[in-house]
């Protein structure tokens, strides 16, 4: 098999894992900046005024970048941020915890911000971790802690406290005082370790979890895993062809000087409807918002069709049918 061959093959992969790979290159990239940034850029002013601030800076500030860059990457956040201003003014805020729909909205944005937090967070714990493990950044700020300065300085000389925030700097110039480095790169390293520990333990407890509360079975959760993509790749074709269609009128009309004609699109309230995040019921077996809204929006017309008389019965409609029933404005 030649390399054209294996083309598309690569690209269904990276279609399908294509979120995975990213949060995976992410954190590889992050590990490798984090070694960059300590060797080449990270400079300690070795002074104790600054040592603290500046450890802490190059410590915790591109943590808070990434975790940024996570939730800016996540298709979640997207979703719920996008026309959030216009959905507030036109539903109101929520502020009564009396009311049974906006505690279930509460819950709801907690579930929704706990989950993209969880994947967000992988990033810069991993810079955390590999700071920790290398030891300059901790070396730095730690030596400017008065505090730690006396515990370290035990059974050392008096002016131990007043030498160790240039610690950093004499590296090499003080071979008498590489112990008290060592020190500090062990506790370092310790914390490094045990963060890599406590984090690898909740992700286990909450991965755990969320699969013992999944409303789902196992293959159940593969079918839906295999419709969503599939029907994420239906409504990209389709909106494709139906774009396509309606640019080429409105050319053909521009330079001929016609009218175009009218093609029945979903309003702002359609689009609205299936963009909004959706929490899997038992009771009702839809898996996306997609589906759910051609599937109640037939339901309705079935039974206003039912009020006047009409014996028609309604059709299942999954897949191909429900990406065509939401753009063409017709009942799968």
Not at 319 to 329: C, D, E, L, T, V
């Amino acid at each position: 098999m030649n390399l054209m061959e294996k083309f598309p093959k690569l690209m269904d992969i990276l279609l399908k894992y294509g979120h995975t790979l990213g949060y995976g290159v992410l954190t590889g990239l992050t590990a490798g900046g984090e070694l960059i940034f300590s060797t080449t850029v990270f400079k300690c002013p070795c002074h104790p005024t600054w040592n603290l601030p500046y450890g802490l800076v190059f410590l915790l500030v591109p943590a808070l970048a990434l975790f940024l860059l996570g939730y800016w990457m996540s298709t979640r956040a997207r979703l719920l941020m996008t026309g959030c201003c216009q959905r507030a003014n036109s539903q109101g805020c929520c502020l009564w915890v009396n009311n049974q729909g906006c505690c279930t909205l509460c819950c709801q944005c907690c579930d929704n911000f706990l989950k993209m937090s969880t994947v967000s967070i992988v990033a810069p714990l991993t810079w955390v971790a590999v700071a920790l493990l290398g030891g300059n950044y901790y070396e730095c700020f730690a030596s400017g802690i008065p505090y730690l300065a006396r515990r370290i300085c035990v059974r050392h000389t008096k002016n131990c406290s007043m030498i160790l925030p240039e610690l950093p700097c004499l590296r090499d110039k003080e071979p008498d005082l590489r112990g008290l480095l060592s020190k500090l790169q062990a506790q370092s390293q310790v914390a490094g370790w045990v963060l890599i520990a406590v984090v690898i333990i909740l992700l286990m407890i909450i991965s755990s979890w969320s699969t013992c509360q999944s409303p789902f079975s196992f293959m159940q959760l593969k079918f839906r895993d295999i419709y969503k993509e599939q029907e994420l790749e239906c409504f990209t074709n389709e909106a494709k062809r139906i774009a396509t269609e309606m640019a080429d009128m409105n050319v053909k009309c521009f330079f001929e000087d016609s009218h175009p004609g009218h093609r029945k699109l979903p309003t702002t309230k359609d689009w609205q409807q299936i963009s909004q995040l959706y929490n899997f019921k038992s009771e009702k077996q839809y898996y996306t918002m997609l589906h759910k809204y051609v599937n109640e929006k037939k339901k309705s017309k079935y039974d206003l069709i039912e009020e006047e008389g009409s014996m028609e019965t309604p059709i299942q409609a999954m897949g191909m049918k429900n990406i065509r029933a939401f753009p063409s404005g017709t009942m799968g």
